[in-house]
C-alpha cells in the first residue's frame, strides 16, 4: 500500500522540532513523543538532525510521499525557501509552504502565496489563525482576499488546529463552516482534526465536503475512535494520514494506524488516495 504523511518534518529544520538536542525544545519534543504513545527511544527523532537521516527515516518507513510543512506565524517562522530547499529534487517529498497576513499584509501574503507555489514549486499554503497576534479565527475578514485567492487558482489550504492553539477558544470547528460555505471549491486541511473537539470537528465535515481532517500524532489519544467510525461511513473521502514526525515516529503511527478498525477499502483513501487526488497525483 502506498502511502502519503500529510504532516512529516525533519529535526532539523528548526529548534521546535528537536533539532538542538539538549536544549529546552529538544526536551519538549521528547516529552511530547512519550505523551502521545511513542514506543521505545523518545529521541528517535534524532536521525534526522541531517537530510540524509530524514531521507532515510523516511525511506524505511515506506512512504510514497512526505509532506514537510512550512509555518508562519510571530513565533516561529519556517521560511517557504527554506521548504523548497528541503524537498527540491527528491521525489518523495512534497513542500507546503506558509503566510501570514497579519505579518506581511494581504498583499504581501497574496504575492508570497504566488512566489511560493510559482517559483519555488511548493503545493498548498499553511495558515494558522489561532497562533496569530492577535489571535483570529479562520472565519475572520482578513483572511477572505487568500481563501479567494487559493480558490480560484485551486491552491489547497492547510489550517493547525488542536490542543498547542495558545488560547483553546480558536479551537472551534465550528467557526470554519463559513469559509467552507463561501468558498466551496477550496480543499480545507485541517492539521490535529481539532482534537479533542472530535464530535464538533466531524460535524462540521460532515456538511461540507470541502473539507478534509488529519487527526495525526491525535488519532492515537482518547475520544478519537469517532474519526474511525466516520471514515468507514460518511468521512471516507475527507480523513488523511499524518504521522506529525518529529513528534511521532512514521513507521509506528502507520502501524497503530492499520490496527484502528479502519475497513480495508478505506486504509487505502486514508493513507493515499485521499491525499493523492487533493495533490493532483497521478
Same mark, same amino acid.
Given at each position: ?14 529548534p521546535f ?23 521505545g527511544?523518545?529521541? @528517535? ?7 540524509e537521516g &530524514? ?5 524505511e ?18 521560511? *517557504? ?5 528541503i524537498? @527540491?529534487?527528491?521525489?518523495e ?5 506558509a503566510?501570514d ?7 504581501g ?27 483570529r ?11 479567494e ?14 490542543p498547542?492553539? $495558545?488560547? $483553546? ?6 467557526r470554519l ?10 480543499q ?13 470537528a ?7 465536503? *470541502? ?7 491525535y ?18 473521502e475527507?480523513l488523511?494520514?499524518g504521522?506529525?514526525?518529529? &513528534? ?8 497503530d ?14 493513507? @493515499?488516495g *485521499?491525499a493523492?487526488?487533493l495533490?493532483?497525483?497521478?
Amino acid at each position: 500500500m502506498r502511502i502519503i504523511d500529510l504532516r512529516c518534518r525533519p529535526a532539523f529544520l528548526h529548534p521546535f522540532f528537536g533539532g538542538v538536542p539538549g536544549s529546552p525544545e529538544h526536551a519538549t519534543a521528547r516529552w511530547l513523543n512519550r505523551r502521545v504513545g511513542t514506543r521505545g527511544p523518545d529521541d @528517535h527523532f534524532e536521525r534526522s538532525l541531517t537530510q540524509e537521516g &530524514f531521507l532515510g527515516e523516511v525511506r524505511e518507513a515506506g512512504l510514497h510521499k512526505a509532506v514537510v510543512v512550512g509555518r508562519h506565524t510571530p513565533g516561529q517562522h519556517l521560511p *517557504n525557501k527554506r521548504i523548497h530547499e528541503i524537498v @527540491h529534487g527528491h521525489a518523495e517529498l512534497i513542500g507546503v509552504g506558509a503566510v501570514d497576513p497579519t505579518l506581511q499584509g494581504v498583499e504581501g501574503a497574496l504575492a508570497e502565496i504566488d512566489l511560493a507555489i510559482d517559483v519555488l514549486g511548493l503545493a498548498g499554503i499553511d495558515l494558522e489563525p489561532g497562533f496569530a497576534e492577535p489571535a483570529r479565527h479562520p472565519d475572520d475578514a482578513l483572511y477572505w482576499p487568500l481563501y479567494e485567492h487559493l480558490q480560484q487558482r485551486g491552491i489547497p489550504l492547510f489550517l493547525m488546529s488542536g490542543p498547542t492553539t $495558545p488560547d $483553546p477558544a480558536h479551537n472551534d470547528p465550528g467557526r470554519l463552516a463559513a469559509v467552507a460555505r463561501a468558498f466551496p471549491q477550496l480543499q480545507i486541511v485541517v492539521y490535529h482534526g481539532y482534537w479533542p473537539n472530535v464530535q464538533q470537528a466531524i460535524g462540521v465535515a460532515f456538511r461540507y465536503e *470541502n473539507i478534509h481532517l488529519v487527526p495525526d500524532m491525535y488519532l492515537f489519544l482518547p475520544g478519537s475512535a469517532a474519526y474511525v467510525q466516520a471514515a468507514n461511513g460518511f468521512l471516507a473521502e475527507q480523513l488523511l494520514f499524518g504521522s506529525s514526525y518529529t &513528534f511521532r515516529p512514521i513507521r509506528q503511527s502507520i502501524e497503530d494506524a492499520q490496527s484502528l478498525g479502519f475497513k480495508d477499502e478505506v486504509l487505502e483513501k486514508f493513507f @493515499h488516495g *485521499n491525499a493523492a487526488r487533493l495533490f493532483k497525483l497521478a
